[in-house]
Antibody, heavy 119, light 108 residues
Framework: QVQLVQSGAEVKKPGASVKVSCTTS????????ITWVRQATGQGLEWMGW????????NYAPEFRGRVTMTRDNSISTAYMELSGLRSDDTAVYYC????????????WGQGTLVTVSS | EIVLTQSPGTLSLSPGERATLSCRAS???????LAWYQQKPGQAPRLLIY???NRATGIPDRFSGSGAGTDFTLTISRLEPEDFAVYYC?????????FGQGTKVEIK
C-alpha cells in the first residue's frame, strides 16, 4: 500500500534551517509529484509547493520563495523539504503528500512533522 | 492568487442531518481543479473529492461535490458520527495552489 513516512519532530532556533524527509513506498516514486503543506496550531492548511521527482521541476508558493528548497533522492524514494531563516511563525506541522499529475490533487499524505521554532 | 472562502465557518448539526458546505473562489477555478479534504484532530488531511465531483477511493457515497467557475459545494447527505471534522477545499489549477480556511462540522 502507498505510504509516506516523515522524519521526527524538530526544535530549531530562530534563523536556523530545518530539513524534513518524506520516505515513500508502495508506488513508483518518480511517477508522482510530492507536495508540501504546512499547518500552524489551530490554523488551516497552507500550500508550500511541489516537486516533480523525475524532472526536479519545482514550484514554490510566493511566501516561501528564497527560503524553501525541495529535493529528492530517487535511490531511496525520499523527498526532502528544507526551510531556512526560520522564524517563530514557521512553527507548524509540515506534511508531504503524493501529487496526482493530471488534476494536481494529493491522494496520500504523510503523518506530519512538527517543527518548533523557539529561542 | 485565487482566494477561496469557505462558509459557514462552523456548521452545528446532528447525526443523520444533511450538511452543505460552500467554497467560493475570488476568480474562476480552472475546470476540474477543485478538491475537498477532510481533517480530524491530530490527523493528516484525507482526500474526499477530486475534480470537483469525483469521490476518492474508499469514500462513501454520502459525500458528493458539485459546482463550477467560482462556486463549489460539498454535500454530506446524512452525517455519520465519523464525519464530524474540518473540511477544506483546494484549487490547483492556478499557481499558487490555495486552500480555503476550512469549515468545521460539529455535533449539535
Amino acid at each position: 500500500q502507498v505510504q509516506l513516512v516523515q522524519s521526527g519532530a524538530e526544535v530549531k532556533k530562530p534563523g536556523a534551517s530545518v530539513k524534513v524527509s518524506c520516505t515513500t513506498s508502495g508506488y513508483t516514486f518518480s511517477s508522482y509529484d510530492i507536495t508540501w503543506v504546512r499547518q500552524a496550531t489551530g490554523q488551516g492548511l497552507e500550500w508550500m509547493g511541489w516537486m516533480n521527482p523525475n524532472s526536479l521541476n519545482t514550484n514554490y508558493a510566493p511566501e516561501f520563495r528564497g527560503r524553501v528548497t525541495m529535493t529528492r533522492d530517487n535511490s531511496i524514494s525520499t523527498a526532502y523539504m528544507e526551510l531556512s531563516g526560520l522564524r517563530s511563525d514557521d512553527t507548524a506541522v509540515y506534511y508531504c503528500a503524493r501529487g496526482i499529475r493530471n488534476l494536481l490533487y494529493s491522494d496520500h499524505w504523510g503523518q506530519g512533522t512538527l517543527v518548533t521554532v523557539s529561542s | 492568487e485565487i482566494v477561496l472562502t469557505q462558509s459557514p465557518g462552523t456548521l452545528s448539526l446532528s447525526p443523520g442531518e444533511r450538511a452543505t458546505l460552500s467554497c467560493r473562489a475570488s476568480q474562476s477555478v480552472r475546470t476540474n481543479y477543485l478538491a475537498w479534504y477532510q481533517q480530524k484532530p491530530g490527523q493528516a488531511p484525507r482526500l474526499l473529492i477530486y475534480g470537483v465531483s469525483n469521490r476518492a477511493t474508499g469514500i462513501p457515497d454520502r459525500f458528493s461535490g458539485s459546482g463550477a467557475g467560482t462556486d463549489f459545494t460539498l454535500t454530506i447527505s446524512r452525517l455519520e458520527p465519523e464525519d464530524f471534522a474540518v473540511y477544506y477545499c483546494q484549487q490547483s489549477g492556478t499557481a499558487p495552489r490555495t486552500f480555503g480556511q476550512g469549515t468545521k462540522v460539529e455535533i449539535k
